[in-house]
């Protein structure tokens, strides 16, 4: 079993940026988590969830959704179970509960965070 948290959102002005972090615990979750392609998820209000982007286990193969392209960077440190995702030139429709997950694929997450909200105010 994994276990994903999320940390590093908040508020932040338009232009700004943020980091997200997401620690993965739990039993055996070193190698299950080195081996497993990790990404995140966003979920505004009223709005179905979204794909942020994503990395690959074996090449650190990345991929962005179209809204995110050239503003996030997404990386992982297998050696210390996190995924981060670096957020720049935020803009208020990037504002969401943003989370963490990761499986076999990106296209069917196993494990999933609890979220962390990020605002982004005009």
């Known amino acids: 079993q994994v276990q994903l948290v999320e940390s590093g959102g908040g508020l932040v002005q338009a232009g700004g940026s943020l980091r997200l972090s997401c620690a993965a615990s739990?039993?055996?979750?070193?190698?299950?988590?080195?081996?497993?392609?990790m990404g995140w998820f966003r979920q505004a209000p009223g709005k179905e969830r979204e794909f942020v982007a994503a990395i690959g286990w074996n090449n650190g193969r990345t991929e962005y959704g179209d809204s995110v392209k050239g503003r996030f960077t997404i990386s992982r440190i297998n050696a210390n179970n996190t995924l981060l995702l670096q957020m720049n030139s935020l803009k208020p429709e990037d504002t969401a509960v943003y989370y963490c997950a990761g499986g076999a694929t990106i296209r069917a997450p196993v494990y999933w965070g609890q979220g962390t909200q990020v605002t982004v105010t005009s």
């Open positions: 739990g039993r055996a979750s070193g190698p299950i988590f080195s081996r497993s392609t």
